[in-house]
């Protein structure tokens, strides 16, 4: 008996007394402990040659290991919670807030920022700043501001001066969002124009509250400074995208707490009953839901992989130079355009929007004293992600940020400028303005097909939520921004990984043996 079939044994064991553990309601850290355990043997037991392999290049498994340090440290920080909040009384708000719209926006916040905003960790804020100072960065750079479009433009010097920015403009974004979020926390709980009132008794007024507020703001900037230097060091000596790694293992390490509320009784402990019947009702896990839920998170995840990496290859020839006795050129190349080319962006836009509405009509309610039944109406609308209003909006709007942010990331006459100064050009059509003009064409076609899968992704998690009546936080697994930034930077890392390999002379990941 290989080492193989002895990990695949113990895996399966494992797996069996995890199992029994949760269905005779044993200790909740023995059962998590034997899955995870079984978990892992089991993979061990089925993984593949190539995986293994990875670990037989000394420069590789150096950087795996480094970057999983990092994201340990990562790990740890986000259980540090803020010394002056009082814990049990955030912990009751948040339960009561997640019910309410308030709750899914901070929930949206959360998943895509790698922060806890609902824990009050000093990493709460997660990398949320940094990335909207990359986003603000990008659109001055892509034609706003003259000078920052020079520095995109002059390649990797240019790029870091823009990383430099970038860096700068962390800061006071993140001032500003920790001050917003200490000041709901810390100040007095007054009815709707007060905060949650979560200071210590002692510390809930004058000097002390301000003094302990100040010191909040400080810890939550430097906690995300310092996550920022956590993937800027993974980029560095790691492997991958540190930041894209930092959002993924944020959303990952929800996945214990989602399958729990899936599965286990909350009351007792145990592995719900419901689980081995058939024909459950209500909010009931039965055994063919499972089964329904395995095979839709196996379908979705393969069409977004699918449809991540597809492209549009638009076919190139370049120009024939004759120097002496040798012909230069003259070879037939593909322009690679990305069907999703606007990637998981379009979706944050669009949710962060339809905040608003909510917000603006809620409002209108409550200073007319509830006489205007219409603005009520819209706001419960809004508040309801299972509704058609909701979904339908949500659509529009992610058609619109979709073509919005390929139009300014994906500039056709750029690339036609780039194609006739290397002697390039697409056949059938003359370089200069009839190459951009033929590509902004294709691209307006693949663009709406790319919104439309992000469309499909987006409201997947409404539709399964509501018709199969189980939590959100679940059904967020099978769509939605979360899982299109886990597969996204799991591609990326497995074509890094690839290329480590390739260069070694061994077979790639994705390869066939």
């Not at 001050?179 to 810390?186: A, I, P, S, Y």
């Not at 929800?254 to 007792?268: G, Y």
């Not at 064409?441 to 009546?469: C, D, H, K, W, Y």
Request: glycine share 10%; aromatic share 10%; charged share 15%.
């Amino acid at each position: 008996m290989n080492w193989r079939s002895i990990c695949l044994a113990a895996g399966i064991a494992s797996l069996v007394g995890g199992m029994v553990t949760f269905s005779y309601g044993g200790e909740s850290w023995l059962g998590w402990t034997l899955t995870i355990f079984g978990a892992t043997a089991s993979i061990l037991g089925l993984v593949p040659d190539q995986l293994l392999t990875i670990f037989k290049i000394p420069e590789l498994r150096k950087k795996i290991f480094i970057t999983l340090i990092f994201l340990a440290v990562y790990r740890i920080g986000y259980y540090v919670p803020l010394p002056m909040i009082d814990q049990v009384k955030m912990a009751e708000k948040m339960a009561d807030a997640q019910r309410g719209a308030l709750g899914q926006v901070l929930g949206f916040v959360s998943l895509f920022s790698g922060g806890n905003l609902s824990n009050a960790c000093i990493f709460s804020l997660g990398i949320m700043p940094y990335i909207s100072a990359s986003i603000i960065v990008q659109l001055l750079s892509s034609g706003v501001v003259p000078s920052l479009e020079k520095l995109r433009k002059e390649g990797e010097s240019g790029r870091k001066k823009l990383n430099e920015i970038t860096r700068y403009l962390t800061v006071p974004i993140c001032i500003i969002q920790a001050v917003m979020v200490v000041q709901t926390v810390m100040k007095p709980d007054m009815g709707q124009d007060g905060g949650m009132g979560l200071a210590p008794a002692g510390y809930d007024s004058g000097f002390e509250l301000w003094w302990f507020g100040f010191t909040a703001v400080i810890t939550l900037t430097a906690g995300t400074v310092l996550l920022m230097w956590l993937g800027e060091q993974i980029d560095e000596y790691g492997i991958g995208n540190g930041i894209s790694l930092i959002i993924m293992a944020g959303i990952v390490a929800r996945i214990p707490d989602a399958t729990n509320s899936l599965l286990i009784d909350s009351t007792t402990g145990k592995l719900k009953e419901s689980v081995f019947t058939l024909g459950g009702s209500g909010a009931d896990i039965s055994f063919e839901k499972l089964i329904v839920l395995a095979f839709l998170f196996v379908t979705v995840v393969v069409g977004v992989i699918a449809m991540t990496k597809a492209q549009r290859r638009i076919p190139t020839q370049s120009a024939k130079h004759v120097r002496g006795r040798r012909v230069y050129g003259g070879t037939r190349q593909f322009l690679p355009m990305k069907v999703n080319a606007a990637g998981v962006m379009p979706v944050i836009f669009a949710s962060t929007l339809l905040i608003l509405p909510w917000f603006l009509f809620n409002a209108i309610y409550s200073l007319s004293d509830s006489s205007l039944g219409w603005a009520g109406t819209l706001s419960t609308m809004f508040q309801n992600h299972r509704g058609w209003l909701y979904n339908f909006m949500y659509v529009i709007m992610i058609y619109v940020f979709t073509y919005f942010w390929v139009a300014i990331t994906f500039n056709p006459k750029e690339i036609a400028d780039n194609l006739k100064d290397h002697g390039s050009f697409i056949p059938g059509y003359r370089p200069g303005k009839k190459t951009a003009d033929y590509l902004e064409r294709v691209l307006m076609r693949v663009t709406f097909v790319g919104a439309a899968f992000l469309a499909i992704i987006a409201i997947i998690p409404n539709v399964i939520s509501s018709e199969l009546e189980i939590p959100p936080q679940v059904a967020s697994f099978y769509g939605g921004t979360g899982l299109l930034i886990v597969i996204s930077v799991a591609l990326d890392l497995v074509q890094k990984i690839n290329s480590h390999l390739v260069m070694r002379n061994y077979p790639g990941l994705t390869d066939e043996t």
